[in-house]
């Protein structure tokens, strides 16, 4: 019962550097979500996608990327890394019966020197 | 916008202390209301919902009732354990099916002491 997968735990870019954060479910969630944790701020909606091939913006969309080619899998990307994109992320997924709590991975710490 | 207001932490209790941690929310519509946990090094999990005014969400002991009136969902224990610190979030998602976005609170450190 794997749930909400993300990889890596841990990543250590430099400023410019490109990379993708990988999340996959396994519960057949239509709704994903990506959202980041920085200390004193909770946690702000990056983007999110309401079904395969559907993706729109959050709070906090700029320097992020995302797509959703399949059900299971929405990637983040960042394409050119900045020290403000230091931050543990989180990816969510969820029902899209009304009310259904989302289910969260365990978080991607990310640190851009 | 909606917006989620928690107590400022950290918090600190020793074990078998009560624990409030307030929460209050300013949303259109008719929200649904929760209460996360994350525990050093996790995800956030699920602790409680509520889905309606005057409804009680309550799981491990722990307790919030929704106050339309009063735009709250104020998170209770009555006796705290060791296993009980970790940061506890407020989160409402708005009425409509929007399951993708939840507004969240900045978080309550809660420590609780032996």
């Known amino acids: ?113 | 916008g909606d917006s989620v207001t928690q107590m400022e932490g950290p918090v600190t209790l020793s074990e078998e202390a009560f624990l409030t941690i307030n929460c209050t929310y300013t949303a259109t519509g008719y929200p649904s209301l929760f209460w996360y946990v994350q525990y050093p090094g996790e995800g956030l999990q699920l602790l409680l919902k509520a889905t309606k005014a005057d409804d009680k969400g309550s799981n491990k002991g722990f307790e919030a009732t929704y106050r339309k009136e009063t735009t709250s969902f104020h998170l209770e224990k009555g006796s705290v354990q060791v296993s009980d610190s970790a940061v506890y979030f407020c989160a409402l998602m708005n009425s409509g099916g929007s399951n993708y976005k939840l507004t969240f609170g900045k978080g309550t450190l809660l420590t609780v002491n032996p």
């Open chain 1, 1 to 113: 019962n794997a749930g909400v997968t993300q990889t890596p735990k841990f990543q250590v870019l430099k400023t410019g550097q490109s990379m993708t954060l990988q999340c996959a479910q396994d519960m057949n969630h239509e709704y994903m979500s990506w959202y980041r944790q920085d200390p004193g701020m909770g946690l702000r909606l990056i983007h999110y996608s309401v079904g395969a091939g559907i993706t729109d913006q959050g709070e906090v969309p700029n320097g992020y990327n995302v797509s959703r080619s399949t059900t299971e899998d929405f990637p983040l990307r960042l394409l050119s890394a900045a020290p403000s994109q230091t931050s543990v992320y989180f990816c969510a997924s969820s029902s899209d019966r009304d009310n259904q709590p989302q289910h969260f991975g365990d978080g991607t710490r990310l640190s851009i020197l």
